[in-house]
């Protein structure tokens, strides 16, 4: 008997085993994507806001004496 459930557990474990590895694989793929993303969107936001505070920054200074 007990040989016999230790079949059936690696025979449902196996058939597990393909939908476990395409959630992982998917998800992880879909993190890696994100993060991916974030970095891309970061970074056309610093070099739209750093174009504007320069802008600002020299603006002002065109105006005060030193």
């Known amino acids: 008997m007990e040989l016999y459930l230790s079949k059936v ?3 449902f474990l196996k058939s597990l085993e ?4 395409s959630i992982g694989f ?5 993190l ?11 970074g056309k936001l610093n070099n739209l806001t750093k174009g504007k505070v320069d802008y600002i920054i020299i ?3 065109k105006f005060h004496n030193f």
Do not use: A, D, M, R
């Not at 393909?18 to 590895?21: F, K, R, V, Y």
């Open 9 to 11: 557990e690696t025979k």
């Open 18 to 21: 393909p939908l476990i590895g």
């Open 26 to 30: 998917v998800s992880s793929f879909g």
């Open 32 to 42: 890696s994507l994100l993060i991916l993303y974030y970095f891309i969107i970061q």
């Open 59 to 61: 603006n002002k200074l």
